[in-house]
């Protein structure tokens, strides 16, 4: 449309679309929703299933690092009133667990429930079950599983709509680890090595064929810190091992992960998405946008 159409009237109904369309955005959360998930991954795979049938409300938000999340007065009484409350597990929002237990809510469901889980470190160092089971696709088939089983039993008479949508998010996540084989494969096998800021992408490296060299913070929890002598060792393996780059999440500032790709003359990528998704039309606000718009970082920065 040319400028010249827009009378004084048109710009008028264009203010008003703009205003109306930041009221409506994913940003704002409905006050009582009928669902409440703990993460802005579950929250998303809840949204593919749920479509429009049911509000979702989400307590750890796009950005946000949910494994220090402090829960607010808000969050506890959206927790206590909805239907049904979805977690992660696997200690990831272990966190709102006592908001959880205190809230009155008694219909609360593990989404990740029956995943195969690797197994990594915790803060202190040791064993601990790795909670980013989303970054392979196919466990996120899996979530979605429970999660259509979760609302089909508190709305039944919304069931039929809850299969489908899932059977379509299914073939979705499907053709996305498709298009994942294809980027790494463009990687060559030498360089298909990565150093993460925490060990949040073990499934993703897993899934695709990948070599994790190490992390920044040698856990599955980025409240965990490495010693000097740990981080010493780490710049002699990525020296060794010709390791092209670091990556670090958006969620969490990568400092010291700056520090030793500076010292190591290697690159950073500090936009992946590990613990959170996008922000609303990022193009990362799915967890298929998210595992795409991952794995072409991977891919550009190895190659
Ligand atoms: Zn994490």
Redesign the pocket.
């Known amino acids: 449309m040319s400028q010249s159409f827009l009378s004084p009237f048109g710009f008028l109904v264009l203010a008003a679309a703009t205003a109306l369309g930041v009221a409506c955005s994913d940003n704002e959360q409905p006050a009582r929703p009928d669902v409440v998930a703990t993460t802005s991954i579950v929250t998303a795979l809840t949204k593919a299933v749920a479509g429009n049938e049911v509000t979702i409300g989400t307590i750890v938000g796009p950005g946000i690092?949910?494994?220090e999340y402090e829960a607010s007065a808000d969050d506890a009484a959206r927790i206590g009133a909805a239907r049904l409350v979805l977690r992660n597990g696997i200690g990831?929002d272990a966190s709102l667990d006592k908001v959880i237990a205190s809230s009155g809510q008694k219909v609360v469901v593990t989404v990740t429930d029956g995943i195969q889980l690797r197994r990594g470190e915790s803060e202190d160092g040791h064993p601990e079950d790795d909670?980013?089971v989303w970054h392979n696709p196919m466990n996120a088939k899996i979530m979605v599983a429970a999660i259509v089983t979760a609302l089909s039993s508190a709305f039944p008479d919304k069931a039929s709509a809850f299969a489908k949508n899932a059977a379509d998010y299914g073939a979705k996540l499907d053709t996305t680890d498709a298009e994942i084989k294809r980027l790494i494969e463009g990687v060559p096998t030498a360089n298909r090595k990565m150093v993460t800021n925490?060990?949040?992408f073990g499934y993703f490296i897993e899934r695709y064929g990948l070599t994790y060299v190490g992390a920044v913070i040698p856990s599955?929890?980025?409240a965990g810190e490495a010693s000097a002598k740990e981080l010493a060792e780490l710049q002699v393996t990525i020296k060794r091992e010709g390791v092209k780059a670091i990556f670090a999440?958006s969620s969490?500032e990568p400092k010291v992960a700056r520090e030793i790709a500076k010292d190591t003359k290697i690159a950073i990528v500090d936009d992946l998405y590990?613990?959170s998704l996008g922000k609303p039309r990022s193009g990362a606000d799915t967890v298929d946008g998210m595992l795409l718009s991952n794995a072409r970082k991977i891919a550009n920065a190895l190659k």
Do not use: F, M, Y
């Open positions: 690092d949910p494994h990831l909670p980013h925490h060990d949040a599955v929890s980025t999440e969490v590990g613990d």
